[in-house]
């Protein structure tokens, strides 16, 4: 499967944005979904998961409750929705897809395709 990810940009704390992760060659209900992020200088980050069901999700700690991961019935675009942005929620996001089961589901090694980031700039 090969991942777009668009919808970074520019907000102020306190601000949402919606970032999307389109998806072609195959359905994302193949695949078990994530979210990471990588911050200047920090390494690269889990955010989110979400089942190939798309039944079950898992968050970060710091972001529960302020973001949420989906997909769209078609199964062919992945969301985050992230609502209450903090200027520590600054980094490049990249969607991720794992076709094999994996237990690494919160680390980098666990995907397999990637797609490009998008960057998200939360100003104080």
């Known amino acids: 499967v090969q991942l777009q990810a668009s919808g970074g940009g520019l907000v102020q704390a306190g601000g949402s944005l919606r970032l999307s992760c389109a998806a072609s060659?195959?359905?994302?209900?193949?695949?078990?979904m994530a979210w990471f992020r990588q911050a200047p200088g920090k390494e690269r980050e889990w955010v989110a998961t979400?089942?190939?069901?798309?039944?079950?999700?898992d968050y970060l700690d710091s972001v529960r409750g302020r973001f949420t991961i989906s997909r769209d019935n078609a199964e062919k675009t992945l969301y985050l929705q992230m609502n209450s942005l903090k200027p520590e929620d600054t980094a490049v996001y990249f969607c991720?897809?794992?076709?094999?089961?994996?237990?690494?589901?919160?680390?980098?090694?666990?995907?397999?395709?990637w797609g490009q980031g998008t960057l998200v700039t939360v100003s104080s």
């Open positions: 979400l089942s190939r069901s798309g039944a079950l999700t």
């Open positions: 991720a897809a794992a076709q094999e089961y994996t237990l690494y589901y919160t680390e980098v090694r666990g995907y397999d395709n």
């Open positions: 060659g195959s359905s994302l209900g193949s695949y078990l």
